[in-house]
């Protein structure tokens, strides 16, 4: 069984920063590629970053320089470094899985069931 487990929400102060972790079990780890994917309040899935088996990254244009996303493959866990966190961060992050690096982050076949993320002074 495909398990992806999300831990690191909280909250945060405007400008402050966080560490999100998906740790992972029953999937191929080291060569999928995976993603971070929120929802805010009111609105749908949006995209924010990705990473290829080969650690080739993507990101949102609004979190560029601000997050990086990275993986251990020896502990089979994904992360999102978040710094400089805004109010519209706020959301839920869900990390997903998938054999092959697509854009569309629909098409990832598995995924975890979220970590909140709120920014507020």
């Known amino acids: 069984e495909v398990q992806l487990v999300e831990s690191g929400g909280g909250v945060v102060q405007p400008g402050g920063s966080l560490r999100l972790s998906c740790a992972v079990s029953g999937f191929i780890f080291s060569t999928s590629a995976m993603t971070w994917v929120r929802q805010s309040p009111g609105k749908g899935l949006e995209w924010v970053a990705r990473?290829?088996?080969?650690?080739?990254?993507s990101y949102l244009e609004s979190v560029k320089g601000r997050f990086t996303i990275s993986r251990d493959n020896a502990k089979n866990t994904l992360f999102l470094q978040m710094n400089s966190l805004k109010p519209e961060d706020t959301a839920v992050y869900y990390c997903?899985?998938?054999?092959?690096?697509?854009?569309?982050?629909?098409?990832?076949?598995?995924w975890g069931q979220g970590t909140q993320v709120t920014v507020s002074s």
């Open positions: 990473i290829s088996g080969s650690e080739t990254t």
């Open positions: 997903a899985a998938a054999a092959r690096e697509y854009s569309d982050y629909s098409l990832y076949d598995y």
